[in-house]
């Protein structure tokens, strides 16, 4: 099958940086050859079968057998993983079945033939996806390849045989590679076999032997895959000696860097590049200078063609904005340190270099520096049609009706000047120049420098005719008018030329004005959401202006990916769409609308990577259906970078609120025990002594003191029983209150009964309004309430001072304060007192800290208000204010 697409660079270096840091990982080995037939597959059989006789636990996930007898003899006794059946336009096409397998999950699974595409509708475009998905899963790969299949030698394979490989991979696929291993035959033994039919089928044999199994490309096949070879070798050697700290020549510190442009010739400096940045065991760039042009889609797509080709190979890829390429290209250069800078051989005529204004290669030479140049060539199949030169840089900057309206106005302008010449005769062929140049300079301004360069011809063209003496002729009389003429066609292109320059910085200022806008504004945005439905919101609208798409956020939830999109989202997912964002989040890779895996879904998929975990899944949907350019896929990648890293500072907020309430509660659980042991010892001790003296005493004064002990104590009990089923009833929200029309006095006085001890050592006055009405209130909730108000006041009230309870009216509210003559409360701590478990640091022991808190609680589910204040004459003072509903119905007479 064609290689129609190219693999998403992004996902393949995350996937194989994913596996190379992985401890748990499989192992790779890579059977190599030459090309077709040399055995690479039966020499992997072979070897499986002596890894199963020792014990190893192996499957085949697919393997080609090409009817080849010996090949399927291999087979037997070895258990396959049965194939997964695609339909593609009417026929079913099989494929491994990469799910089967991981859920088998044997330790060594055989791969055959690690270039192929697979069918429209997998998961994974291309096979050695699903050999890296299964490396991440642990289990060990054997798999074969040829050599001309990989992307830097595809250019080369393409030069000796004439053939265009279709099915290629990334060189960085082998450097996971734990072994090589290379199947070597001559060229005549592989001829040989190709005669006997072992390699293609009878009616192929001929073609193929007159083709690509010529004896000179089999030779130079051959040397490449040897070389290969050899490189993998080396290195390994290299890197075992800098772990064995042995002395010996290291890497060389180059770094190098290619120009990229959206030329399918860049496709060949890129892999020129990657070799020879792999033989130097260098780093290296892949550079685009976005000079504000307006690229054609065609050129758009071999762009990005171009640059996922980089990425995929191990570069990194940058795009740098300028209006001068070799400036950005060298400022870029002694930014990251280039030592070598490697661009593609000019093929433009002399006159379309003059146009130019030079030949680019010859300004990075004499601009370079310290700093190598290398000018690789192409080949003539990747040269641009000369016609698409004519106007080179008109053809980028301006079409057809913009030089058509730049002619329209030089046109106009002559006229109109033709007009004040004949109606002002003193009026000088002089003056009828400036207003040309004057015109010039504004279609530079306004249209572009290519229509700018075409009026200032037609216009010195068409003054030297209609203007300068002798008129409507082309013969210059004057040597004062040759030399004002030459001037002025020089100053019109000069002037035009650094006008439209001028444009073009203003038009690239702005364009990065607004990219820093862009990410100043959702940065400061999402900085200052209060939550994270405010951050979430805040990011999809920002992404949904800049980018002019539809966006999707999933979440985490319960320690999975959330089925549902956010609120703020603006696409509803279906199932489909659903399961691609769990493989993006399970993975960790781009998946979806253009990229390699899942290409088929509607919308693309990004994970919300964070240095620790993934926080989630955003998908957006591309309303014009067309990949986003590569700034603008640059900048989406930093929003998405930059919404995840919001996203964890939420999700750590919470976290930290969450740590902050258990340790809270934590803390209150050990006080809630503490004061609970003590208050449950005390009127424990109470009556376990009561019951010891009541079984010793004869006296009944004696008995009936320690009952009534007993009594006291096990009121004290219920108390604290009933606080604590109060707190647990409010605070989960089953609180029921039985609303009844009540006399507050009644309240009151019912309250007050239970402390007769209270009322000996100190007193208790009670003052009620007269005729108050009656409120709709839970009578024994309210009872509870001055209960605990009373206790309070009782525990901290001074000997001999009286406490007072007093009722009144107050603007449709009845109001009941509860007063002792106490040390009082803090001034600071008056609202604090309420808080649970909250005791005013020096005050005597004894209480839980509930009885106040339950007290607001209940007060408050009646609609009313409970406060504390300091009296006038010393103490505390509690007001409990609750509303009037209504009035309370007529009572019915009983009917006689």
């Known amino acids: 099958m064609a290689d129609d697409f190219r693999p998403d660079p992004d996902a393949l270096l995350a996937a194989i940086q994913k596996v190379e840091d992985s401890k748990t990982r499989g192992r790779l080995k890579v059977f190599l050859g030459m090309a077709a037939g040399v055995g690479k597959t039966y020499a992997m059989l072979d070897a499986a079968r002596l890894r199963k006789s020792e014990g190893i636990d192996v499957v085949v996930g697919y393997v080609e057998s090409h009817r080849r007898a010996e090949t399927e003899a291999l087979l037997n006794g070895l258990e396959v993983i049965p194939r997964r059946k695609l339909e593609y336009r009417g026929t079913f096409l099989e494929e491994m079945d990469t799910d089967a397998v991981l859920a088998r999950k044997p330790q060594l699974v055989l791969v055959d033939e690690l270039a192929h595409t697979n069918a429209p509708g997998s998961r994974q475009a291309k096979r050695y996806l699903d050999v890296i998905e299964l490396l991440e899963a642990g289990i060990d790969v054997w798999t074969t390849v040829n050599v001309q299949h990989f992307e830097s030698r595809a250019d080369t394979v393409q030069q000796i045989t004439g053939v265009r490989v279709q099915e290629t991979l990334p060189d960085s696929v082998l450097d996971l590679a734990n072994e090589i291993e290379l199947i070597d035959l001559s060229p005549d033994d592989l001829r040989k076999r190709l005669t006997e039919g072992k390699v293609y089928t009878s009616e192929r044999i001929e073609t193929a032997a007159n083709n690509f199994f010529r004896v000179g490309n089999l030779t130079a096949l051959r040397e490449m895959a040897l070389r290969l070879t050899a490189e993998r070798v080396d290195h390994q050697l290299q890197d075992y000696m800098a772990i064995k700290q042995i002395a010996g020549p290291w890497k060389s510190g180059e770094r190098l860097m290619v120009a990229v442009s959206p030329s399918p010739f860049s496709e060949k400096l890129i892999r020129w590049t990657r070799r020879m940045a ?283 990916l959330s089925d549902d999109a956010h609120l703020s989202s603006t696409i509803q997912l279906d199932d489909k769409e659903r399961s691609v964002a769990r493989w993006v989040f399970e993975h960790g890779k781009p998946a979806g609308r253009f990229t390699d895996t899942l290409p088929l879904a509607s919308a693309q998929f990004f994970p919300l990577l964070t240095p620790n975990r993934t926080v989630g899944v955003i998908g957006i949907r591309y309303r014009r259906n067309e990949r986003l350019s590569p700034d603008d896929a640059a900048l989406l990648e930093t929003f998405v970078n930059q919404i995840a890293l919001v996203i964890e500072r939420e999700l750590l907020d919470e976290a930290a609120q969450q740590s902050a309430m258990m340790r809270e509660s934590e803390r209150l659980y050990t006080t809630l025990l503490n004061s609970i042991s003590h208050e449950l010892r005390t009127p424990i001790a109470s009556i376990k002594g009561a019951a010891s003296g009541l079984s010793t005493s004869q006296s009944d004064g004696d008995r009936t003191a320690l009952v009534q002990d007993i009594h006291s104590a096990a009121d004290r009990l219920n108390r604290l029983v009933e606080n604590l089923l109060d707190m647990s009833r409010l605070e989960s929200g089953r609180l029921q209150i039985k609303r009844d029309w009540c006399d507050i006095g009644e309240i009151i006085g019912v309250a007050v009964k239970n402390f007769d001890s209270c009322a000996a050592d100190h007193g208790i006055d009670i003052h009620i309004q007269p005729d108050l009405p009656l409120i709709q209130v839970d009578f024994v909730l309210i009872e509870q309430v001055l209960v605990n108000l009373l206790e309070n006041a009782c525990r901290y009230s001074l000997p001999g001072k009286p406490i007072r309870v007093s009722a009144q009216l107050e603007a449709h509210r009845v109001s009941v304060t509860v007063e002792d003559r106490g040390p009082g409360i803090p001034s600071d701590k008056l609202d604090a007192i309420f808080d649970k478990f909250y005791r005013v640091p020096g005050t005597p022991t004894g209480g839980t800290g509930l009885g106040l808190s339950i007290s607001r609680g209940l007060v408050e589910a009646h609609g009313g208000t409970l406060t504390a204040e300091n009296g006038e004459q010393g103490g505390a003072r509690f007001i409990v204010q609750l509303p009037l509903n209504g009035a309370p119905p007529p009572v019915k007479e009983a009917a006689l």
């Open 278 to 560: 792999y033989n130097l065991e260098a780093s290296w760039l892949a550079v685009y200078v976005e000079t504000g042009e307006v690229t054609a889609p065609p050129a758009k797509d071999q762009l990005l063609h171009n640059l996922a080709l980089a990425r995929s190979l191990g570069a990194e890829v940058i795009t740098v904005t300028g209006h001068e390429v070799s400036g950005a290209l060298l400022r870029l250069a002694y930014q990251r340190n280039v030592t070598q800078i490697v661009m593609g051989k000019p093929q433009h005529s002399p006159l379309q270099t003059l146009l130019r204004g030079g030949s680019l290669v010859d300004r990075m030479i004499r601009a370079s520096g310290d700093i190598d140049v290398y000018v690789v060539t192409g080949d003539e199949t990747h040269s641009t049609p000369k016609r698409q030169f004519l106007l080179p840089q008109a053809r980028l900057h301006s079409s057809l009706r913009d030089y058509l309206l730049a002619a329209g106005i030089v046109t106009l302008v002559t006229t109109f000047d033709l007009f004040l010449v004949s109606s002002l005769p003193w009026l000088g062929y002089q003056a009828v120049g400036l207003t040309e140049l004057l015109a010039v300079l504004l279609i530079a301004i306004y249209i572009g420098r290519g229509p700018a360069l075409v009026a200032a011809m037609i216009s010195a063209i068409s003054w030297n005719f209609l203007f300068i003496e002798p008129r409507y002729t082309f013969i210059i009389s004057q040597v004062q008018d040759v030399i004002l003429f030459l001037l002025y066609f020089i100053i019109a292109i000069v002037a035009g030329n650094l006008t439209a320059r001028l444009r073009i910085q203003e038009q690239l200022a702005r364009y990065t004005a607004e990219r820093t806008l862009a990410l100043y504004t959702l940065a400061h945005e999402t900085a200052t959401a209060v939550n994270m439905d405010d951050v979430l919101r805040t990011a999809v609208d920002q992404i949904h202006r800049i980018f002019q798409v539809d966006v999707a956020v999933l979440l985490l939830s319960g320690g999975k």
